[in-house]
């Protein structure tokens, strides 16, 4: 679909939609880049206040997965005009202009249309110091591979839809998603990593994938590394799986080579779609002690899940 668009050949345009990179880049001057992103996704909770936080913290993310710092941002809603009062677009405005906020930036504006379903996001206008880009084209052989949140909730949020989560579930869940990545951004800067991107609706093995192919190099991913969100295992025994999950996965599994003695199911969650998820990763392996330390002194918590390797067939190894 974009390949019928014209190409970007702008030399201000210094990351644009053609490498599957997180969001745009754009040259102001010698030092400073405007990153440019938009995101929004119908209620992935019941509590309007908390959807807001979860769509603006994912709306965030692409800015912070490119090592850039948000600015100002701008409210993007659909709402079912009639179907819900307007106390609810209020009180999913303010948990969105919550996280904003935390994360230092403002939000100076919006648009509303009137649609059948609910949707929100924002667009955000980060600032980033062009000579510390970090896309996901850097990876280098050697490096270890880092995620800084479990995977899985996709899968718990369809148990959700399916009244199937307990009010403890729907807490991690939300907790999860409404994290802001700048702890693992501003980790990633100070250890100087060599690439990153965040992951979402892909699933870790998309990203992943993306991320391999961006840098020319396989990513080797150990299955029993990755760490799951508690309750995410028994939620997809029982079938309580995204249909994203399986196109995912249907996809994404002809760029993979499979070594793993992983069970199936758990194998599956590496396709889980996730909404808001945390960072990968990769910086060589004598930055991982400087990247945990600045990433605990913040709060944030991260999983050595593989490392990178020469290219070879498979974007991806499982093992
Ligand atoms: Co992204
Ligand atoms: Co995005």
Request: hydrophobic residues 45%; glycine residues 12%.
């Amino acid at each position: 679909m974009l390949s019928k668009l014209p190409p970007i050949v702008d030399p201000r345009a210094l990351i644009s939609s053609g490498t599957a990179d997180d969001a745009g880049v754009y040259l102001l001057n010698d030092d400073t880049a405007l990153v440019v992103t938009l995101d929004f996704f119908t209620p992935v909770v019941n509590d309007a206040r908390d959807y807001g936080r979860i769509a603006a913290a994912n709306s965030l993310s692409d800015v912070y997965a490119m090592g850039g710092t948000p600015l100002v941002a701008l409210n993007i809603v659909c709402f079912p005009d009639g179907e819900l009062p307007l106390s609810v677009m209020t009180d999913v405005l303010l948990g969105g202009n919550e996280k904003v906020t935390e994360a230092g930036a403002l939000v100076l504006g919006g648009h509303s249309v009137s649609d059948r379903e609910f949707k929100f996001g924002l667009a955000v206008v980060g600032m980033v110091n062009p000579k510390r880009i970090v896309s996901n084209a850097g990876a280098g052989v050697g490096d270890v591979l880092v995620l800084t949140k479990p995977v899985g909730v996709g899968v718990l949020a369809t148990a959700l839809k399916e009244d199937e989560l307990s009010p403890e579930g729907v807490a991690i869940i939300t907790e999860l998603m409404a994290t802001l990545n700048r702890a693992a951004s501003e980790a990633m800067l100070s250890a100087g990593a060599h690439a990153a991107t965040d992951v979402t609706g892909f699933g870790l093995v998309g990203h992943a994938s993306e991320m391999a192919d961006a840098s020319a190099v396989t990513l080797e991913i150990a299955v029993p590394d990755v760490p799951l969100v508690e309750g995410a295992r028994q939620a997809i025994e029982k079938g309580l799986a995204p249909g994203g999950l399986f196109l995912n996965q249907h996809y994404y599994s002809a760029f993979v080579e499979s070594r793993t003695r992983a069970d199936g199911r758990t194998v599956e969650l590496m396709y889980d779609p996730q909404t808001s998820g945390g960072l990968l990763v990769a910086l060589p392996e004598g930055s991982l002690g400087a990247f945990d330390g600045a990433l605990n002194a913040r709060g944030g918590e991260s999983w050595v899940i593989g490392r990178v390797v020469e290219r070879r067939d498979r974007a991806i190894v499982l093992t």
